[in-house]
């Protein structure tokens, strides 16, 4: 296990990446376990307030994220500064990406449904940063030969195209696919020869007249919704919580 480490993730100059997103991982953790307790009127813990302002735990998160950045570029890739400025932007991360939910929204929406987004973007993020982790590169350049690495015209073609399949996939409504395509392109081609998603840029302007079309996509996106939405929602309560009920307008 030590010459494995040492030979894929020290060697490499991944060290600091892995520190950052063990940080950011049991940050987050961390943070719903204790915004959960406070929910729950348990534990010692409490919301944060200066002169009646409510501090979101995203503030904090903010200068964490700002200092662990800047003290990384500064730092290099090796040694015992890279690895502490590594630790320190993973939990300012895991802090701010928490709230995204709150940040997208301009409100307080942790315990709502909008607040499931929160959840979403931190699992995505995860399994970017470990796709990257364990050597993938984006937009395929892990794909290209030693010759075509060798050759600046061959790589940015490779990067060219494969971006190009990232905003096509993303045109058709497929957002998770068209982010985990930058990683790995195999899954933009997957996404684009897929129908779109109904209400996509896509479907509006290349459906409009193949009624066929537009009524297979809509059922399509009907089934997967249904076959997908039930095991999500069960491990987005299981990460971050259940979000509070929608209480009918006017009572």
Same mark, same amino acid.
């Given at each position: 296990m030590g010459h494995w480490l040492h030979r894929n993730i020290?060697?490499?100059? &991944?060290?600091? $990446?892995l520190l950052a997103l063990t940080a950011f991982v $049991?940050? +987050?953790l961390i943070t719903r376990v204790v915004t959960r307790l406070i929910r729950a009127g348990k534990g010692p813990f409490g919301n944060v307030s200066s002169g009646g302002v409510h501090i979101h735990h995203a503030v904090p998160g903010v200068v964490l994220t700002v200092i662990g950045g800047f003290g990384a @570029?500064?730092?290099g890739r090796h040694g015992f500064g890279a690895g502490l400025c590594a630790v320190v932007f /993973?939990? /300012?991360?895991g802090l701010v990406l928490d709230e995204f939910a709150l940040i997208l929204h301009l409100d307080d929406v942790y315990w709502s449904e909008e607040?499931? &987004?929160?959840?979403? *973007? #931190? *699992?995505?993020? #995860?399994a970017l940063v470990g796709l990257v982790l364990a050597g993938f590169s984006p937009f395929g350049v892990n794909d290209v030969t030693q010759g075509e690495a060798q050759d600046r015209g061959g790589v940015i073609t490779s *990067?060219?195209?494969? +971006? @190009? +399949?990232?905003? $096509? @996939?993303? $045109?058709k409504g497929k957002t998770r696919m068209a982010i985990f395509s930058v990683i790995i392109p195999l899954v933009g081609l997957i996404g684009l020869v897929r129908l779109a998603r109904p209400g996509s840029p896509w479907a509006r302007r290349f459906y409009r007249r193949r009624p066929r079309a537009r009524a297979r996509a809509t059922l399509r996106s009907y089934r997967h919704d249904k076959r997908w939405s039930g095991p999500r929602r069960k491990f987005q309560d299981l990460i971050g919580g259940r979000p509070d009920p929608v209480r009918p307008v006017g009572r």
């Open positions: 020290v060697e490499p100059g &991944k060290l600091p $990446l $049991l940050t +987050f @570029v500064a730092s /993973g939990m /300012g991360a607040g499931r &987004k929160s959840v979403e *973007v #931190v *699992v995505l993020t #995860v *990067v060219v195209v494969n +971006f @190009v +399949f990232a905003m $096509l @996939v993303l $045109l």
